[in-house]
């Protein structure tokens, strides 16, 4: 795959893995052109039950089960998951990671005729790494940034309360009354006594 100025040259690995930068950069940019576009059914989703490492050697054979039954999904598709291919490429990519940096130039678009600040694109980016620890904790961004700042602050946080548990006894404090004007206290009439005043005629 070409782009202007950066070639990408994937070396299929069983470990989760990403691109280089130059690389990675410029195919996160043409997902997510493609996928605005509609020039692709989707560059945003894989089969749901499939793993992002792959299990086992060979891959790229028709007995793998990540070949099986799922030709009428519109998913993101590898080498090693195409019937008849002897290629077991991109292997484990972190398909995850690259689609959260696909999400976060998707966001960053016009909104009522304005283009998003820096400051709201990060917005963006750090929210979508609080997501991805709630959806996957052991898949923290491999490049710093607000995506993976996000990660982290989820993190920290989800830790926090789970290792300070309420006290025994506990009551959250109610606030007083004492010394408020009050209104005075309010009658509604219920449905018996609205069907009684139709009645009346009143």
Not at 127 to 151: C, H, I, K, V
Not at 159 to 171: K, T
């Amino acid at each position: 795959m070409i782009s202007s100025r950066s070639k990408l040259v994937g070396f299929s690995r069983l470990d989760p893995w990403l691109p280089e930068p130059e690389s990675l950069f410029p195919l996160v940019a043409l997902l997510a052109l493609l996928h605005r576009r509609d020039f692709v059914a989707t560059a945003l989703k894989r089969p749901d039950r499939w793993p992002v490492r792959l299990d086992r050697l060979p891959a790229a054979v028709d007995t793998y089960y990540r070949r099986h039954e799922v030709w009428d999904d519109s998913c993101v598709y590898g080498h090693v998951e195409i019937p008849g291919d002897e290629h077991w490429d991109p292997g484990s990519l972190d398909h995850p990671a690259l689609f959260s940096m696909v999400r976060d130039v998707l966001a960053a678009k016009e909104v009522d005729g304005e283009m998003l600040s820096d400051n709201q694109i990060e917005g963006i980016e750090f929210t979508n790494g609080m997501r991805r620890y709630l959806d996957s904790p052991a898949n923290e961004p491999a490049e710093p940034g607000p995506n993976r700042q996000g990660f982290r602050f989820a993190r920290r946080i989800v830790m926090h309360i789970e290792g300070e548990p309420a006290p025994a006894g506990f009551e959250p404090e109610r606030s007083s009354t004492e010394d408020m004007d009050l209104s005075p206290d309010e009658q509604h009439p219920g449905p018996v006594e609205e069907r009684d005043s139709r009645r009346r005629g009143e």
